[in-house]
């Protein structure tokens, strides 16, 4: 099998992509476009397999952002028309929340079954419980602890607690388990971008405008506990492989693989020329990354190596290989582990090959679920609060939490600092623009 068959062609949406997102048991992909409409398509690997199933025009401008739930029977999409909606799989809205924010909504992050939450362009964060019927009751939970747009979301389930980022440069903390146990970052540098939790929940890296990553240590919210700059532009956008290990997208037009403590540069998989990385979301095995910018187009990219064969996640801290090129050759196990040893001397990382294709058990039908499958019984005694048990916290004296506290170099030659404090002018001469790194074959046979 080809390179070029590895992920699915590229998809040309009506207008500019503003959010995607895969289904989370079939082989579908919903988009949200600027000018109000969603798509969803059947996505698949070969020539003429993507195919576009329905458009929805419910929003009035432009919708920017969708999720599904976590039983993919609900796809739920957030618009500038201040309103919150759901849609089955037939398109109908299921879901109709209009005025849901007093300003355009800007994020929308799935919590659980029963609840998920948005934010605005003022900063304002909605909990919402959909068990209740009426809206005005809906918003269970609201919070205004920003002054500028919600840029992301993040959430620990474990200790019930949201982690939202802001373009007015901090960080915000939100106890789902007390309303008012709420906290709020020193304002950084830059603005805020995107967010997520790392290192089994002990930290939170936050992406910036001017391209540092910010790492800081949970309860410890005042301000970032490490800085790492490697990009040299903005991070506008940030998947989660791994505990350590993260995928970004840049101003720049590339996504880079990311590993956190220690923090190193490992390669890039792919670029969307001189357009921003604005999104990105993995499939429903984690083996495929869709990714879009400022145009109409999602790309998709190979991201197999990160899972094992028995669909165990890729361990950075085990294992050093490189970002992916999406088309590049396969590479066998053998071949991996020589290219491994190859690499222990270079200071950029290599693009290596796919492991195989991403098998699908499902029957490709977004059926619609039965509403009385799930009743108002299972929510007895529930009320307004979150679902899931409240798991307490350990402190930062936890063994793992000092893990990296002293940073490696990063590939670009520039140095982390731990107080926070590097100078702006250090960071911006300290980066390199990205090289075009060879295919997977050119570069293994000249390292042997």
């Known amino acids: 099998m080809s390179g070029e068959d590895l992920v699915p062609e590229e998809i040309s949406c009506g207008d500019q992509v503003f959010d995607i ?8 992909l919903a988009t949200a476009s600027i000018d109000g409409v969603v798509e969803v398509w059947k996505y698949g690997i070969g020539e003429g397999a993507n195919q576009k199933l329905f458009t929805s025009s419910h929003h009035t401008s432009s919708c920017r952002g969708i999720r599904f739930n976590e039983k993919g029977d609900v796809l739920f999409s957030i618009s500038s028309d201040l309103s919150l909606k759901g849609m089955d799989g037939n398109g109908n809205l299921v879901l109709n929340y209009e005025n849901a924010h007093t300003n355009p909504i800007n994020r929308i992050h799935i919590i659980n079954e029963h609840n998920l939450v948005t934010g605005d362009d003022i900063g304002e964060v909605k909990l919402w419980d959909l068990r209740v019927g009426s809206q005005d009751k809906a ?3 609201q ?9 992301g979301f993040a959430y620990n389930s474990g200790a019930s607690t949201l982690i939202s980022v802001s373009g007015d440069s901090t960080l915000a903390m939100y106890d789902f388990r007390n309303k008012k146990m709420t906290c709020r970052s020193d304002e950084q540098e830059s603005e805020l971008q995107c967010v997520q939790i790392l290192k089994g929940g002990r930290k939170v890296v936050a992406g910036t405008q001017d391209g540092v990553m910010l790492l800081f240590s949970w309860d410890d919210w005042g301000d970032c506990s490490d800085r790492f700059p490697g990009h040299p532009e903005t991070v506008d956008s940030m998947w989660k492989i791994d505990e350590s290990t993260v995928i970004t997208g840049s101003s720049d037009g590339f996504l880079r693989v990311v590993s956190l403590h220690p923090n190193k540069i490992l390669g890039v998989i792919g670029d969307h020329e001189e357009f921003p990385v604005e999104g990105m979301c993995a499939s429903r095995d984690g083996r495929v990354l869709g990714s879009f910018a400022h145009d109409e187009v ?8 990160f899972v094992d064969d028995d669909g165990d996640e890729f361990d950075a801290e085990d294992e050093e290989v490189s970002g992916v090129k999406a088309g590049a ?31 699908s058990d499902d029957d490709g039908e977004w059926e619609d679920c039965d509403s009385d499958e799930e009743g108002s019984g299972s929510d007895e005694g529930e009320g307004d609060e979150v679902d899931g048990e409240a798991v ?27 107080d926070g404090d590097e100078d702006s002018d ?23």
């Open 329 to 359: 050759a396969k590479v066998s196990k053998k071949d991996k582990k020589a290219l491994k040893n190859a690499q222990k001397s270079a200071t950029t990382a290599v693009p290596v090959g796919a492991d195989g294709d991403a098998a």
């Open 143 to 151: 919070w205004h602890l920003h002054e500028d747009f919600i840029s």
């Open 21 to 28: 997102a895969f289904h989370p048991t079939s082989d579908f």
């Open 426 to 448: 250090d960071s911006d001469a300290g980066r390199k623009a990205p090289k075009k790194l060879p295919t997977a074959s050119e570069k293994f046979f000249a390292d042997l």
């Open 298 to 305: 999602i790309r998709f990219w190979d991201i197999s190596m």
């Open 139 to 141: 918003a269970v939970m």
């Open 392 to 418: 307490e916290m350990e402190g930062d004296s936890d063994e793992g939490s000092e893990e990296g506290s002293e940073m490696e170099e990063s590939d670009g030659g520039s140095e982390s600092d731990s």
